[in-house]
């Protein structure tokens, strides 16, 4: 039976779901992102070139693909046509293999004006937006005045983008903040013309139709599940669910449809921007952890926070989407530590915990258990047998917590350096 196979980030983002994507991507004939927008970047890694995906799913290097950008993703045409610009000049047939979605979300300039501007207001308080209007356009999404692609297949567009923009102005008047509200516009609207160059599909229809026909789809979430607007560390969250449940309302789909969720982790944690991180370190641990493992954001540049496994966030993650594979990524990153830890529970207001507390703001002491490093270099094993047992160790203490076998073990950056177990 057909069904929807689902890849989630467990931790707060980059957690290598774009290479995960591609390795997996050649065993389904379509791969869909169901949710985000285009600060969520996947970087690949073959043939030794890299690549970094913003809104386009990460099977589009595959051929005889086809890749879906679903209802719940938002959209920035500029930056769309830039990255379809760039595939393009390497030779990959984007046009080919790409759908998308009608009832998906655009991204106005005047979207990424009111990120700015309310980001600015915030001071201390900053939640941490990447600035690419992602949060504005899923604000208009709710609010019921958002602007999607198959409304610049209609000839009262221009009037909708009018209003919406108005709309937009009439907010900005609150803040302190300069701007230029025509700026771009005459960029976004060529973009917009050479999206229609691609096939605009009913999504829903698109997918089911899919299932029907006896295939699977991959698909594929962007930011990490502790970023889901729901349950994670709010209000220093993403604007859309990014849990597997996501799946189903990002691309039209019934729960009963979804088959295998793979759940991506690092061997350690990292995260981006404010918000909650218990086991975040500040000493030279930490900072070995940013160095080797190239710990800066794909498409912001900026250095991501780094701390220990944190099993006890992880946990709380695979029950919220069922997981029932797991996907272990940078282990390589600690060849060279002599001790490894990872969180088992929380001391929250004197007490000790294995739940992830509703107050981001109480304070939080992560209990560890340590654990002996491995001092090999991990890139060269090709198979599970070829793996030091100090490491071995280690990912069976993981399973045994989580209940969840670690079906993949990424040794490197590579789609190469894979192991399947």
């Known amino acids: 039976m057909s069904s929807i196979d689902v890849v989630l980030g467990l931790q707060w983002g980059d957690e290598g779901k774009g ?15 169901f949710q985000g927008g285009p600060n969520a970047g996947h970087s690949l890694h073959f043939d030794d070139k890299k690549f ?25 045409p500029i930056t769309f046509k830039e990255e379809c610009e760039n595939l393009e000049k390497a030779g990959v047939p984007v046009k080919e293999r790409l759908f998308i979605s009608k009832k998906a979300h655009f991204i106005l300039p ?26 504005p356009a899923y604000t208009d999404r709710t609010g019921r005045n958002g602007l999607r692609v198959g409304d610049s297949l209609t000839d009262g567009f221009r009037s909708k983008f009018e209003a919406l923009k108005a709309k937009h102005l009439r907010l900005l008047k609150q803040y302190d903040f300069e701007y230029n509200a025509e700026e771009n516009e005459q960029k976004w609207f060529e973009a917009v013309d050479y999206m229609k160059g691609f096939k605009i599909v009913n999504g829903e229809y698109f997918v089911n139709g899919i299932l ?64 909650p991180f218990p086991t975040e370190l500040f000493d030279e641990t930490g900072a070995e952890l940013q160095k080797r493992g190239a710990e800066f954001g794909a498409v912001t540049g ?10 006890v966030a992880l946990k709380y993650v695979v029950m919220l989407s069922g997981v029932t594979k797991l996907i272990m990524m940078k282990s390589d990153v600690m060849d060279t530590f002599k001790t490894v830890k990872a969180a088992t529970s929380y001391i929250v207001n004197g007490e000790e915990t294995t739940e992830v507390p509703f107050d981001i703001d109480a304070e939080i002491t992560p209990v560890y258990t340590e654990f002996k490093g491995w001092n090999t270099d991990l890139s060269k094993a090709k198979s599970e047998e070829g793996l030091p047992e100090e490491f071995r160790n280690y990912v069976r203490f993981i399973e045994d917590y989580l209940g969840v076998p670690i079906k993949i073990i990424s040794i490197g950056p590579d789609r190469t350096e894979t192991i399947f177990r």
Request: contains cysteine.
């Open 19 to 33: 290479k995960i994507v591609d390795v997996l991507a050649g065993r389904y004939p379509v791969i869909a992102r």
């Open 110 to 135: 005047t979207h990424r004006i009111l990120d700015a501007a309310n980001e600015s207001s915030m001071g201390k308080g900053k939640i941490g937006s990447t600035l690419k209007g992602i949060g």
């Open 302 to 311: 900026r250095p991501r926070r780094t701390g220990w496994l944190d099993l």
């Open 212 to 275: 029907e026909n006896g295939e699977n789809i991959l698909a594929e979430g962007a930011q990490g599940s502790m970023l889901d607007i729901d349950f994670g560390s709010y209000p220093f969250v993403t604007s859309s669910s990014t849990i597997c449940a996501g799946a189903c309302i990002g691309l039209g789909a019934s729960p009963s449809k979804i088959g295998d969720v793979y759940g991506i982790f690092k061997a350690y944690c990292t995260r981006v921007g404010s918000g």
């Open 52 to 76: 970094v995906l913003r809104s386009i799913p990460s099977g589009i290097f595959r051929e005889g693909s086809r890749n879906l950008i679903g209802n719940g993703v938002v959209i920035d």
